[in-house]
């Protein structure tokens, strides 16, 4: 078979995902496009989940453990402010200092 040359010239990140396992552990996903100019070539993924069966894996940035934290508080915050909204079902201390609204 013929060789094809592939130019890939950039990258944009294209998800970034906080994922909890059931023991509360945080898995950070990040996902990558790789281009040649505006033409996706591939993906290229990293995880932080050592239980994941991934070659490509990264230890969890110690530096990103506040922010993350906060993101959570508040996604958990705006979560339950809608379940109820929609389906009246959590009670607002579900979110530890109750529901902002």
């Not at 010239?9 to 509360?24: C, K, V």
């Amino acid at each position: 078979m013929k060789t094809i040359d592939i130019n890939i010239n950039h990258a944009r990140i294209t998800n970034i995902a906080l994922q909890f396992s059931e023991t509360g552990e945080i898995d950070l996903i990040a996902s990558a496009a790789l281009l040649c100019g505006n033409k996706k070539l591939a993906s290229f993924n990293i995880r932080t989940d050592y239980s994941f069966g991934n070659d490509v894996k990264v230890p969890f940035p110690v530096d990103i453990t506040e922010p993350a934290a906060k993101i959570t508080k508040t996604i958990e915050t705006i979560l339950v402010r809608e379940l109820n909204k929609h389906l009246k079902q959590l009670p607002e201390s579900t979110v530890e200092g109750g529901v902002v609204e």
